[in-house]
């Protein structure tokens, strides 16, 4: 299976900051990788899918880049409803993984 | 608007069979994979296994053939199967529709998850 590094595990950061999550694979998955968003209590919600594309309602503060093995996603202006854990998906090939996660914790 | 709804025991004996199925409302089944992901502590978010509205099916090894997951379209819900449950089966599961229309592969709609503990 493919193996998934996520980083940080967690970070504190304040409204209006600039946040960036990497998630790097185990092999070169292409640009087959999304990031969901889960809140406490709450199921996963796609925020972005194949590495870039931003999904229906989700605020355009959110964006995704990388290719291959490494990933970034990026908050440019972190807003209260934004602390939540963060996940990577691969998409690319069977058993699907998932990251570890990031908590994204007021500062 | 599609929503999801896992239903079932909360509480599964130790060596027994997990149930648990997974209602769509407000669209079809057909031509989407539909999925259950689970999440304990220990192992974060785990993808168990799709079923396809045909029958078809992928599960992850890692649950060593213990799966089996199905599809009624007349009902339009999914099934999850879990044999010889241990400790480390207890964790929230989830459905989840997959989308695999290019260059859309996600997970576009969850249900609210339901937590399972295996205990005697």
């Not at chain 2, 409302?25 to 502590?41: A, E, K, L, M, V």
């Not at chain 2, 974060?44 to 599809?71: A, D, F, H, K």
Request: with cysteine; proline share 5%; net charge neutral.
């Amino acid at each position: 299976a493919i193996q998934m590094t996520q980083s940080p595990s967690s970070l504190s950061a304040s409204v209006g900051d600039r946040v960036t999550i990497t998630c790097r694979t185990s092999q070169d998955i292409k640009s087959d990788l999304g990031w969901y968003q889960q809140k406490p209590g709450k199921a996963p919600k796609i925020l972005i899918y194949t590495t870039s594309y931003l999904q229906s309602g989700v605020p355009s503060r959110f964006s995704g880049s990388g290719s291959g093995t490494d990933f970034t996603l990026t908050i440019s202006s972190l807003q209260p409803e934004d602390f939540a854990t963060y996940y990577c998906l691969q998409d690319y090939t069977y058993p699907l993984t998932f990251g570890q996660g990031t908590k994204v914790e007021i500062k | 608007q599609v929503q999801l709804r896992e239903s079932g025991p909360g509480l599964v004996k130790p060596s027994e069979t997990l149930s648990l199925t997974c209602t769509v409302s407000g669209g079809s089944i057909s031509n989407y994979y539909w999925t259950w992901i689970r999440q304990s502590p220990g192992m974060g978010l785990e993808w168990i296994g799709y079923v396809y509205y045909t029958g078809s099916t992928n599960y992850n090894p890692s649950l060593n053939s213990r799966v089996t997951i199905s599809v009624d379209t007349s009902q339009n819900q999914f099934s999850l199967n879990v044999n010889s449950v241990t400790a480390a089966d207890t964790a929230v599961y989830y459905c989840a529709r997959r989308v695999t229309t290019k260059p859309m592969y996600c997970f576009d709609h969850w249900g609210p998850g339901i937590l399972v503990t295996v205990s005697s």
